[in-house]
């Protein structure tokens, strides 16, 4: 059969026809160079390629470059956050007096530049350390290169946390003179170093509040403060101050933090009468029966309180009317601070203070004492002493916090452990771990129930006794 006619211009370009026998021969002549360039699949049916290494060989070189970053990174972060602990600790009255002459004195006299440039180099210095451990193990790890950058970044950011929380913060208070005079140095040339970006950054971190002249008054306060919890831990250690100075201290500082919610007398325990009953024949008779130095007079129901009747002056003074003995209370929130209810006491020459909820209604009474005591620790008279067990109308009783375990068993009849802390606050504390009770918190040993009903500064100073299947005192009433 003939082949069909081509023209001349086209049958140059036609490769050569394959043989037409089953041997294929290696060379292929009839394929166009483009084609043998590009082998067939089936060429590699059966040819096995050497596999590719999943890892890059280590450079000696590099390994240790990486780690000199990594190992200067960290001691730069320590540094500069050693030096920031330091000389910061010496921005009280006292110290920068002491500092004036010395180095430590001129870096304290910028303290907002001082902040910022320690924060930024030891910032910088952690970025460099995560930086390096992310490009080291991306190119370490040619297969996934971006968990290389990951995992590097993040035994960084790990290794810089680890050792800020442990290096510079185990710095004992009362070497920090010594470690601000020898840090001083090494922050006088990082601050030298880092002076083009305060300069920039200083304004701006004032302005949000960053800075230290934002209110040189509360700063003033709390360098104060910071002094003070210095000097008496320093004198505790050096056992200059007992543990009486040491408990007013303390009880000082917590005056400021706490609020007339903490320590109010709760309305469930309040003495109260309306004012219908103040016309009563027999109501001194009543009144010298009752514990309290002061009885809350209500109107219709004990949220509309219109004085306070002072049961001392009234049974000092009999035949005098009683309304003459009537005070009207100061009204305060349940927010309030210590400090300034003393202020507002001060002011108005009032003794007692009716607290209130948010809605208005009456949550307990704070009195004088209560905040005096919040203070120097509760100061019992020997009318109240006799009072440390008080039984209720619903079998129950009310038991001083200062009250010893072992007269509490004397008296009830009760079983309970008389081994240390013997008193009631304590055995409370004991049973719940050593916390700091609330009020509400209640613990059970056998057939006794304990629940805090009031709270001192730092101890139970009253809870409620439930004794199961007893209803009146064994040695009858208190």
């Known amino acids: 059969m003939k082949r069909p006619w081509t023209p001349r211009r086209l049958r140059a370009k036609r490769s050569p026809s394959p043989p037409r026998s089953t041997f294929t021969p290696t060379t292929r002549p009839w394929l166009r160079p483009s084609d043998k360039e590009r082998p067939r699949r089936a060429d590699f049916r059966f040819r096995r390629t050497p596999a590719r290494s999943r890892t890059v060989p280590v450079d000696p070189s590099q390994l240790i470059l990486v780690a000199l970053i990594v190992a200067g990174g960290l001691v730069a972060s320590v540094v500069a956050t ?44 952690r970025i460099c350390v995560a930086a390096a451990l992310a490009a080291a193990l991306s190119r370490w790890m040619p297969q996934a290169p971006r968990l290389g950058f ?32 020898f840090l001083a140095p090494f922050a006088w040339i990082i601050v030298a170093l880092m002076k083009p970006l305060a300069a920039v950054f200083a304004p701006l971190n004032r302005r949000l509040g960053g800075g230290a002249e934002g209110d040189p008054d509360e700063a003033e306060a709390q360098a104060a403060e910071i002094e003070l919890r210095t000097a008496l831990r320093l004198g505790e250690i050096e056992g200059v101050i007992d543990e009486d100075t040491r ?10 933090d706490r609020v007339a919610a903490d320590i109010m007398t709760p309305r469930a325990e309040l003495s109260a009468l309306p004012r ?43 035949g005098q009317p009683v309304e003459s003995f009537v005070a009207q209370p100061l009204f305060v929130a349940d927010s309030r601070k210590l400090i300034d209810l003393l202020t507002d006491m001060k002011r108005s020459r009032t003794y007692f203070a009716v607290v209130l909820d948010r809605y208005g209604a009456t949550a307990g009474v704070v009195a004088l004492q209560d905040l005096l005591d919040e203070i120097v620790g ?14 209720l109308r619903d079998g129950a009783w009310l038991l001083s916090g200062r009250l010893e375990i072992e007269r509490l068993n004397q008296r009830l009849q009760t079983d309970l452990p008389e081994e240390p802390p013997c008193t009631v606050s304590g055995f409370i504390m004991a049973r719940m771990g050593g916390r700091l009770p609330a009020i509400g918190d209640c613990v059970e040993e056998g057939p006794a129930r304990l629940t805090v009903t009031r709270m001192g500064a730092r101890r139970v100073a009253q809870a409620r006794l439930e004794l199961a299947g007893r209803a009146e005192p064994a040695g009858g009433p208190a």
Do not use: C, W
């Not at 030096?83 to 110290?95: F, K, V």
């Open 378 to 391: 509760e100061m019992e008279e020997d009318a109240m002493r006799g009072e440390e067990v008080r039984p």
């Open 276 to 318: 219908t009953e103040l016309a009563s024949p027999d109501l001194e008779e009543r009144l010298k029966r009752s514990a309290r130095s002061r009885v809350i007079v209500y109107d219709r129901n004990i949220d509309h309180v219109v004085g306070v009747l002072d049961r001392r002056r009234l049974l000092l003074n009999p």
């Open 150 to 181: 990951a995992l590097g970044g993040l035994l960084g950011l790990m290794l810089s946390v680890i050792v800020l929380e442990l290096v510079p913060k185990s710095l004992p208070e009362e070497s920090t003179h010594a470690a601000s005079l």
């Open 82 to 125: 050693a030096a920031e602990i330091a000389l910061l600790s010496q921005l009280t009255p006292s110290r920068i007096r002491m500092h004036e002459n010395d180095p430590v004195g001129a870096l304290l006299a910028e303290r907002d530049r001082l902040t910022l440039s320690l924060r930024a180099f030891s910032l910088g210095a």
């Open 247 to 256: 408990d007013i201290i303390e009880g000082i500082f917590l005056f400021g």
